[in-house]
């Protein structure tokens, strides 16, 4: 019951939304699509549904030429950013909806419902509609009529996009939950969210363009992103990537800041080369080796934490910092950079070495 794009591509004019996409989606299994807005996620999910026609390449399900069926004959279901919910019909009527033409009788279709309703944590509020509902509420309502079908295929399009912080970290965990349920489906979600995409994913495909950049186990091309442009996708804030060199068995950034040359780099040829720091591992201070001066162009708390946005000489630089705290634009900081979690790029981009290899 896979599902196999081959050299998919969609031509728009002189524009390309799709192009050589080639992947093989198994059931019982969910693939997170990761990517910046525009970078194709929905107009592949779309391309799946049948709702956009694509111009290059083919696609199979089980086998067969999924490009044949027309839309209605496909079993898919599919779950948008927005809550599309019936809104005259009870959580209850929503739900059963899909099922009423199954075959089923009204009892079991019921009986179905109230225990798809019950695992989405609803059961206290099946004769509710939806506009009296919360927006989390709503979506877990949207989901469970998508669950519901059975479909073979199961899109999800930032389910949780519209939705506040706390409940997004809600929902994530239940739709792991939730998920693991639909052994016979491809699930295929997608999120801007890095910390979305280790959770809920078993394969994460980055793209980028209308491309897929890198696919493989989120944790895993977390660790080791392929390029500056994946390392700056499944960040977040994105990576800040700053010049480096290696010469004479020192290691600069932005022919400032020297250190020894850290353990993971030891060995590389003398050169130019770019080098990612994650927020997460930039302090502020000047505690280490590697310090830096710079002036604050912006910080905003991002829950319990702040994120500080730095010029400095050296280069664009963003530092996440535990806690709430107080900078204002203009703000001097002295920040701190430790050589030995550098993820070292080649001038192209291309990944060279990352810290714990």
Known sequence: MSLELKDLGITDGTDMILEGITYTF????????MG?????????????????????GDMYFNGEDFDVLPTWKRST???????????????????????????????????????????VGLSSFADRKPGQLSGGQQQRVAIARALIRNSNILLLDEPLMNLDYKLREQLREDFRELFTTSKDSVTIYA??????????????????????????????????????????????????????????????????????????????????????????????????????????????????????YLNTPTGYTIVQEEGIHQYISGDKLGITI????????????NLVVAPGN
Do not use: W
């Open 338 to 349: 430790p050589p030995e979690r550098a993820f070292l790029f080649d001038l192209s981009g």
């Open 77 to 119: 279901s599919m779950v948008y950013q927005q809550f599309i919910n019936y809104p005259n019909r009870t959580v209850l009527g929503n739900v059963l909806f899909p099922l009423l033409r199954s075959g089923l009788s009204k009892a079991e279709a019921k009986a179905k419902a109230l225990e798809m309703i019950d695992k």
């Open 191 to 308: 999120t801007t969210e890095p910390a979305e995409a280790l959770l809920v994913g078993d394969e994460l495909l980055v793209m980028h363009e209308g491309r897929i950049i890198q696919s493989g186990v989120p944790a895993e091309v977390f660790e080791n992103p392929n390029s500056v442009t994946v390392a700056q996708i499944v960040n977040e804030p994105p990576m800040s990537v700053l010049t480096a060199e290696i010469s004479n068995g020192t290691f600069s950034i932005g022919h400032r800041m020297k250190s020894q040359i850290p353990a993971h780099l030891v060995g590389l040829p003398d050169g130019d080369y770019q080098a990612g720091f994650r927020a997460s591992e930039l302090t502020i201070g000047s505690e280490g080796d590697m310090k830096e001066e710079g002036e604050v162009d912006v910080a905003e708390v991002a829950g319990s934490e702040t994120l500080i």
């Open 26 to 33: 198994e059931p019982g299994r969910v693939y997170v699509l």
């Open 36 to 56: 910046r807005t525009l970078s194709g996620k929905t107009s592949l999910m779309r391309t799946i549904a049948g709702l956009l026609d694509f111009t290059d």
